[in-house]
């Protein structure tokens, strides 16, 4: 693609693709038309306006996608967003099978990058459910109230990092398996680590 708007990094990424290459670069090209900067963020291609990350492009084993950040804000005309998990409180996907597909929707595509960049320039912002907002499992709940070191640093964490625990502990099914997933991230909270650091 001779465009120079384009960045050498997505270019490496496109490289190497081993699945959805065509619908990569046909979304890709769909972006570039777009009033975007081209970007390679989370090993992914991200667009952005004004330093402020709009959509990416990702793969899965049986769809590609376009996600777009702040798509809770979109009006979804067409129906078509898709609210990847149930903790998603902003992102949304636009989910692709075939690249005829992604063909066939182009001016749809644009349209909704289009209405994602007037988010940007508006300033609109999701409003997060705040930690307190999320449940906290009574096996973790009961660690809070019986060793107050543990509640200490639970508190001193941020609220990103407070929410990725209790959602990791809430997604267990079993209290046993959650019982096991606050045992084993004592000592990451306890050096007021997150979950993943």
Known sequence: MANRNTNPKVDAFLSRAESWKAEFEALRSIALECDVTEDLK?????????????VLIHGFKAYCAMLFVQGALLKDSKGILIQQTENSQSARQIRFTSLAEITGMKPVIKDYI?????????????????????SIPEEFQVKLDTV???????????????????????????????????????PKILEGKGLDD
Do not use: D
């Open 42 to 54: 989370w090993g992914v291609p991200c667009y952005t306006f004004e330093n402020s990350n709009v």
């Open 148 to 186: 107050p070191n543990v509640k200490t640093a639970f508190e001193a964490l941020t609220p990103g990092r407070q929410r990725a625990y209790l959602l990791h502990f809430s997604s267990a099914k079993q209290s046993a398996t959650r019982k096991a997933r606050i045992e084993k991230s004592m």
């Open 114 to 134: 289009q209405e994602a960049i007037a988010v940007q320039k508006a300033g609109l912002k999701v409003n997060f459910k705040t930690t307190k907002e999320f």
